[in-house]
């Protein structure tokens, strides 16, 4: 059996004092999250960035600096999570648009209200995302390479 872990991206992003997370249905009942999700076939992290960003909180996302690179292993489902997580400015907002199923909603929390809300989290690289931007972790976009 050949292991491989689920690559996922994510968006970080900061505005106003506040950080903007989904709310989601999960197994586990309602829990926080970045804009998130899996890689696509024949799609860039960046371009993953940008559409999960879009599909899940109606916002237009430009990643401007990854944040960071994290391995997360769920034991519950016994699978492993390769995250690339972005930063970057919001471009739109498309008010009216329909977020993906099982988006409950997006919000703007201030970090105090996400580090309350820990036990909500849908996994532990919600609060270590944010807290790496708070540190000022911030890398070049020209890290990563994508050959079509």
């Known amino acids: 059996m050949v292991w491989k872990p689920n690559v ?8 106003a004092g506040k950080f903007l997370l989904v709310e989601e249905e999960t197994v586990q009942g309602a829990r926080f999250n970045q804009p998130a999700g899996h890689l696509e076939a024949d799609e860039t992290l ?6 999960e960003t879009l599909e899940e909180s109606a916002y237009h996302f430009t990643p401007s600096h ?3 690179i994290y391995r997360w292993h769920a034991i519950e489902s016994d699978t492993t999570y390769l995250r690339f997580a972005f930063t970057g400015d919001i471009a739109g907002h498309e008010a009216d648009r329909a977020l993906d199923a ?3 909603q997006a919000v703007w929390l201030t970090p105090d209200e996400i580090r309350a809300s820990k036990m909500r989290h849908r996994s532990p690289l919600v609060l270590r995302c944010m807290e ?17």
């Open 8 to 15: 996922t991206v994510a968006a970080v992003i900061a505005r």
């Open 46 to 51: 960046l371009a993953a960035a940008v559409r």
């Open 66 to 68: 990854l944040v960071g």
């Open 102 to 104: 099982g988006i409950l």
């Open 132 to 148: 790496d931007y708070l540190a000022g972790k911030r890398y070049p976009l020209d890290l990563l390479v994508h050959y079509a």
